[in-house]
Nanobody
Framework: QVQLVESGGGLVQAGASLRLSCAAS????????MGWFRQAPGKEREKVAA????????YYADSVKGRFTISRDNAKNTVYLQINSLKPEDTAVYYC???????????????WGQGTQVTVSS
């Protein structure tokens, strides 16, 4: 099972940008589709972005289209989430996930990261 560790979260003002990173262990990183989820206080975990094994297919939630960009570097065993024009409603814990399909339904996720906090002030 691949082990995932997120980093890059922080406390920022509305309109700022962040780049989240997810470092994966193991030799089989390139065999997994990757995704990002987020969970705000009192809300369920929400899928925000996903990317296929080779990076040819991506998915974005409507709420983040045009602001978030997912990418991966298989040589570095790392997936990224570039977040621009942050809004207070983006405040959440962001989780990296690995699974067999780029649709990245939560029930099919094989591995979850521990999460990184993103807090956006107005």
């Amino acid at each position: 099972q691949v082990q995932l560790v997120e980093s890059g979260g922080g406390l920022v003002q509305a309109g700022a940008s962040l780049r989240l990173s997810c470092a994966a262990s193991g030799r089989t990183f390139s065999l997994y589709a990757m995704g990002w989820f987020r969970q705000a206080p009192g809300k369920e975990r929400e899928k925000v972005a996903a990317i296929s094994l080779t990076g040819t297919t991506t998915y974005y939630a409507d709420s983040v289209k045009g602001r978030f960009t997912i990418s991966r570097d298989n040589a570095k065993n790392t997936v990224y989430l570039q977040i621009n024009s942050l809004k207070p409603e983006d405040t959440a814990v962001y989780y990296c996930a690995a699974g067999p399909r780029s649709t990245m339904d939560a029930s099919s996720v094989n591995s979850w990261g521990q999460g990184t906090q993103v807090t956006v002030s107005s």
